[in-house]
Each structure stands twice: as C-alpha cells, then as structure tokens.
C-alpha cells in the first residue's frame, strides 16, 4: 500500500509530458498542437477545461493525485446517464451510480450532504434523466469552488502552459 500511495504522490505535481496521462493510441505529440489560448482559456472557464477532451484528461489526472477523482467519475457517469432513453437502462444505470458513488457506503462516494443523498435516492426509486440532476450540480459546483482553483495553480497546469506558450514561440520563430 506504501508503494502505490508513494508512486501517485510523486506524480502529485509534477507532469514533465502530458502524453504520459493519455490512452496508449493518443500517445503521439498531438497534446502539441494544443494552442496557448485553448490551455489559457482553461483558467478562465471551469466549462471550457470540461470541454475540452485534454483539459478534461488533465483535470482529471490531477483529481487523481488528491484522491479525488470520484467526484469527475460521478459527474461523467451523470452525463451518460441523461443520455440514456430507455426506462430500464435508466433504471440500472441509476442503480450502479447509487451504489458507486452516492450510497453512504459507496466504494467512490462523492462527498454530499444528508438530504441531497436521501433526496436522490427518493427520485431513483422512479428515475428520470433529471433525477440526478441535482446531486450532479452539487459536485460540480464543489469541483468548480474547490479543485478547479487548485488545479490552475497545480505545476500540472502551470506545466501544460508554459509548454504551449513555448510551443507557440517556436512557431513564431
């Protein structure tokens, strides 16, 4: 256990090639041809950094180093879940993410008040796509208030623009 918790906290801060967060098929230099107002645009808009499929690769590694990364889980989770039509898939789709991240005794719970938790789980007796919808925006409100900030001032964000900004100085050379 010493081990694994030794070898995520030395990544905690540091990210010397994002390609090293992506799946093996997106390995390539194409984080490079992230733009500097893309990267500069993250700090800006919590929505912008969602977004974008490697601001999102990037926050959420970052979650993953403060053990937090239940909380982008859940909210992804929730996103599919408003996607799905059919009443059963609802229904077991609500069921999973209950169990995986709202229950009191969830593997991943995500961090909610008492009444939002027993709310929620009063909907998904007879789930809609909005049952979630409440719970959903309380994580990311607390991501937004709470992880984002510290993720802009993290040396994985500061790492990830000071390598666009360079790589738009190369360019302009």
Known sequence: MKTRLGCLSNKSDSCSDFSEFLPPQERSTRYLKLSNDVVTRWAESFDALL???????????????????????????????KK??????????????????????????????????????????????????EVQAKVYSLMEKDSFPRFIRSKIYQDLLNRSQMHCQRKSV
Not at 62 to 79: G, R, V
Request: proline content about 4%; glycine content about 2%; overall charge neutral.
């Open 51 to 81: 977004s974008n499929k490697y601001g999102m690769t990037a926050f959420r590694t970052f979650l993953k180093t403060e053990f937090s990364d239940e909380n982008i889980e859940f909210w992804l989770a929730c996103e599919d879940y």
């Open 84 to 133: 799905i039509k059919s009443p059963a898939k609802m229904m077991s789709k609500a069921n999973k993410i209950y169990k995986e991240f709202i229950d009191v005794h969830a593997p991943r719970e995500v961090n909610i008040d008492h009444r939002t938790r027993e709310e929620t789980k009063q909907k998904l007796l007879e789930p809609t796509s909005n049952s979630l919808n």
